[in-house]
C-alpha cells in the first residue's frame, strides 16, 4: 500500500529556506512511469502545484517559484525533498507531497499535509 509521509520544521523564519522531506512506504520513487509531486495550500485559497522530480530524475518547477525551488531525491532513502528559499509570509500553507500517475497532473496518492508558518 502506497503512502507518503512529509516531515520538517512547522515554523520557518522570513528570508530563510524551508525545507521538507516526504517519505515513500510501499513503492518506489523510480518506478516508471511516476512522479513525485510537491504541493501547496495557503489558508483560505486553493491548491497551487510547486514541481515534481520524475521516476527518471527529471525535474519540473511553476515557473512562478522556480527562482526559489529545489527539488531531489534520495532513492537508497526513497525519499524526496522540496527546498524554498527566501520565504515570506505569504509561503505560509500546508504542503504536500503526491504521486502523479504518468505526469498528467493527476495525484493519486497524497501525504497528509504539513503546516508550514512563515513568521518571525
Known amino acids: 500500500q502506497v503512502q507518503l509521509q512529509e516531515s520538517g520544521p512547522g515554523l520557518v523564519k522570513p528570508s530563510q529556506t524551508l525545507s521538507l522531506t516526504c517519505t515513500l512506504s510501499?513503492?518506489?520513487?523510480?518506478?516508471?512511469?511516476?512522479?513525485w509531486s510537491w504541493i501547496r495550500q495557503p489558508p483560505g485559497k486553493g491548491l497551487e502545484w510547486i514541481g515534481f522530480i520524475g521516476y527518471s530524475g527529471n525535474i519540473h518547477y511553476n515557473p512562478s517559484l522556480k527562482s526559489r525551488t529545489s527539488i531531489s531525491r534520495d532513492t537508497s532513502r526513497n525519499q524526496f525533498t522540496l527546498q524554498l528559499s527566501s520565504v515570506t509570509p505569504e509561503d505560509t500553507a500546508v504542503y504536500y507531497c503526491a504521486r502523479d500517475d504518468r505526469g498528467l497532473a493527476v495525484m493519486d496518492y497524497w501525504g497528509q499535509g504539513t503546516q508550514v508558518t512563515v513568521s518571525s
Open positions: 510501499g513503492g518506489s520513487i523510480t518506478t516508471n512511469y511516476y512522479y
